[in-house]
């Protein structure tokens, strides 16, 4: 049972241009989180999905950023017209359900931005 | 809502020494509580958790943690630290009428000495 994927692991992109972070939850999960983890600080909460669904984005930036979790195919954190403050470590985390309250997390996507 | 304080960014112990790790946490509902470790460059792996069954709860590689209301705490303790466990720790709580989005602690690096 493969566990939480994402890719790329390492993403490098220059001021201005656009970062799309793929994350396939664990087989049988339909509850997505995304968190952001900024050099030397605790992982940050950004956005809660279920499948076609975001249920929570109260950690989301206004701007540049969203997420997506389609009913097929992995849950996308796409950021616009990257900033040199957006370079981080994004991880993504899966759930089976909200009465399982375990999360299992991917070795998440470390962005650098130039 | 929630947060959670980790008292200690660096803990250094010696090999064979108590590790003891400190977590204070903040929550208006009865709390999830959790203890990731990260590796360098890895995603978090999950140590134990606390779900409002016994309060001392056991995990991986002999950690163990208290869950102590009147404190509001959740210390995470080995009894012989040994040159694997350094890594970064993290506390987490959650609540199941929150989405379970978990709110970190700042984490604490652990190194051991020989």
């Known amino acids: 049972n493969a566990g939480v994927m994402q890719n790329p692991r390492h993403l490098v992109r220059r001021r201005g241009q656009e970062a799309r972070l793929r994350c396939s939850p664990m087989?049988?999960?339909?509850?997505v989180y995304w968190y952001r983890q900024l050099p030397e600080e605790g992982l940050k909460f950004m956005v809660y999905l279920q499948k076609e669904n975001i249920i929570d984005e109260s950690g989301m930036p206004k701007e540049r950023f969203s997420a997506e979790f389609p009913k097929e195919g992995p849950s996308i954190l796409r950021i616009q017209q990257v900033v040199r403050g957006d370079s981080a470590a994004y991880f993504c985390a899966s759930s089976p359900g909200v009465q399982n309250n375990e999360q299992f997390f991917g070795p998440g996507t470390r962005l650098t931005v130039l | 809502a929630q947060s959670v304080t980790q008292l200690g960014s660096h803990v250094s112990v010696s090999e064979g020494a108590l590790v003891l790790l400190r977590c204070n946490y903040s929550s208006s509902v009865p709390p999830y509580l959790f203890w990731y470790v990260q590796y360098p460059n890895q995603g978090l792996q999950l140590l134990l958790k606390y779900t409002s069954a016994a309060t001392l709860v056991k995990g991986i590689n002999g950690f163990e943690a208290e869950f102590k209301k009147s404190e509001t705490s959740f210390h995470l303790t080995k009894p012989s630290a040994h040159m694997s466990d350094a890594a970064e720790y993290f506390c987490?709580?959650?609540?199941?009428?929150?989405?379970?989005?978990?709110?970190f602690g700042g984490g604490t690096r652990l190194m051991v000495k020989p």
């Open positions: 987490a709580v959650s609540a199941i009428n929150a989405g379970n989005m978990l709110t």
């Open positions: 087989k049988g999960h339909s509850h």
